[in-house]
């Protein structure tokens, strides 16, 4: 089979997955066309009136972007929640009992995300449960008050810092051993796998607790049990992104001294240095069902389907010559599959921001992941950075298919398949 013949079949065999597809959208588009005078506007919303534009979320669960979509068991918790007057002390400790129970840690509490857990895991770490020294954070003079960042800085630090932490980098396990000393009051890492196996060794040896951060660590649910089985201290998970629960919430696992600390140290108590990261009733009870909802959920279906809209996202643009598509599942956090898509930038005179900036201005808006990150504070990327030495990858468009609800992947792969036509025939022209 000669180069020219096997580059037409190839594009015969694309036209050909996308051809149903196609069909299917177009369908849709007639029947849209014929009934869109029928009843309100879709864009007539709450957000609309005020002059905000929701969007089809592509991106994944970016807290800029609002998170994730709240489980339907998780809404009725929360308003069946909001019916009662409880004593948040009481419900506190009544909800770390139930998390105990459901992950296999000693004791829970939820937080005002994983930052928040940040935060209320230094201040404990640090004052404990002394009075004094509670009101004294986020001062810590006469306290031990160093934090050892194993791996490195991150952008979320200033929860540590704001109870007092006082950061240390250690960028291996030698160089925390080493950075130990009588002042050190956590470790905090994002590490997983062996490296969080002989961090927490460490840990344990020297006596010093480790709050280990796993913000999009949930799904899988298996996490909430793991890092309990390991060991760890203290650890944590974003209520707002994959695990589907209130958008202001997080979770803080681990030993029930260090998380009674946690409390103390956190609102309801006036005085107390993470008083501002606030949960209300309806934070806990929704945090809650959603830890319920996952441990009774098959993630094997749930890939199924994500895995799915990929492809279908894949299949349309795959008939744009030039361009070319992956399906790739990340190994750290935001486990789901997700569709890569590339183009010769140079050759097209089209960058992945042009096409990031029409994706976004277009009817509906859409939301995908690029390397840009409009909610970093711009000196952050300025500073210390662990991969100085490290060439940066080359700018891509990423879809992450959890976020994408259902018949969106039919919509973005359209449009993105009608913007990378048009800037493959300008670049021709």
Known sequence: MTEDSLFHRRAFMKWAGALPLLAYIGAQDALEKAFGAVGKPAKDNLYTRIGVRPFINGRGTWTYLSGSLELPEVKAAKQQAAAHFVDIFELQHAAGRRLAELSGAEFGMVTSGAAGAMASATAACIAGSDPAHI????????????????????????????????????RTHEEMKDKINTNTAMIYTTTLGERLEKAIAIAKDTKVPLLMDDAAGIPPIENLKLYAKMGCDLYTFSGGKGLCGPQCSGLLLGRKDLIEAAMLNTSPWEGAVCRPTKVGKEEVMGALAAVEAWLKMDLNTLNKQWGERADRIKKLVDTVPGVTTEIHIPEGGNRYPTVIVTWDEDAWKFTVADCDRKLREGEPRIEVLTASNPSLVPAVAEGERDDKKTPRRRDRIQIISMTLQPGEDLIVGKRLRDILNEARKAAKA
Request: without cysteine; positive net charge.
């Open 135 to 170: 009101w004294q954070l986020p001062d810590t003079t006469g306290l031990k008050s160093e934090v050892i960042m194993f791996g490195g800085r991150s952008a979320f630090d200033s929860a540590i810092r704001l109870a007092g932490g006082k950061l240390v980098i250690a």
